[in-house]
């Protein structure tokens, strides 16, 4: 039976996250449901791709995700569905399943249809529209049932790197800060390497500071472990899991890690500077 996955910017003390679940539930009593998260920042669709899109491809094909983010109902806004990467997600016509899918062309995109009669009463989009279009699909049902062929979903830019050949730099920016602090750029590793090509080193910059070795795993820059205490608070650049350059303090966490250290903010600029 295909997994519902549920994210959203709605927290854990109200009472939204529950009676999503309830309306799952009470439409499909045996429904697997699996939370993604529930501490997006609110509206915050760039924080909800990053997030969704290095989580959702551990579920198995056929995954149905909810993606719960500015999304409450208005008749001026669509709900659509974008069947990619053999799995369905479920959102406001709000952009953010084009920065999810910013270099993956969607196999279908589809305005959900199926509650937009002229009675019908809308009071909360993820229980009257996103849940039954999510059991609907976990179920077997077709998307072309509860909706149609959409060609113009929402689009926003996904802040990309650029490569500057006068200055022999990569210039990127922060753009997500986890829950130990550490700072992500939209630096990938594979453009490191496409760029490096043909120097002797790099100076990786952020504000006054300055670092001259990336390492791939939190762990690397430690060649003693006797003496691992000793690495505590350290400042460290990695490319992370996602393949992207992070900046980290080494068992830092939200409130002393490297957003809190080095003062950065989402959306200031990173450099690698070639030489």
Excluded at 41 to 67: D, K, M, W
Excluded at 158 to 177: A, C, L, Q, T, W
Excluded at 225 to 234: A, F, R, T
Aim: include cysteine; hydrophobic fraction near 40%; charged fraction near 25%.
């Amino acid at each position: 039976m295909p997994v519902i996955t549920f994210t959203s910017d709605y927290g854990l003390v109200d009472h939204r996250v529950p009676a999503v679940k309830g309306k799952i539930l009470s439409l499909k009593e045996d429904a697997k449901i699996v939370d993604i998260s529930h501490e997006i920042q609110a509206y915050n669709l760039l924080q909800t791709a990053y997030i969704v899109r290095n989580a959702y491809s551990f579920f198995p094909e056929g995954t149905v995700h909810i993606i719960s983010v500015d999304s409450f109902y208005t008749k001026d806004r669509k709900c659509i569905l974008y069947k990619a990467d053999g799995h369905y997600f479920i959102a406001a016509d709000n952009g953010v399943l084009s920065l999810i899918f910013y270099d993956i062309k969607p196999e279908a995109v589809y305005e959900i249809t199926f509650n937009n009669r002229f009675d019908d009463e809308v009071k909360f989009t993820s229980t009257d529209i996103f849940a039954p279009v999510a059991v609907h699909l976990q179920k077997g049902g077709l998307p072309e049932v509860i909706g149609r062929k959409f060609k113009s979903p929402k689009q926003l830019s996904f802040p990309r790197p650029v490569f500057s050949e006068n200055e022999k730099m990569i210039i990127g920016e922060i753009m997500y800060i986890d829950n130990f602090g550490n700072m992500v750029s939209n630096i990938s590793k594979k453009l490191f390497e496409k760029h490096s090509v043909g120097f002797n080193g790099f100076i990786l910059k952020f504000r006054n500071l300055a670092l001259t070795k990336i390492y791939n795993q939190y762990t690397d820059f430690i060649t003693d472990w006797k003496l691992e205490h000793e690495y505590h608070g350290k400042s460290a650049a990695i490319f992370n899991d996602a393949g992207l350059l992070e900046l980290t303090i080494y068992k830092g966490n939200k409130d002393n890690g490297a957003k809190t250290l080095f003062g950065m903010k989402v959306g200031e600029s990173i450099y690698i500077e070639f030489y």
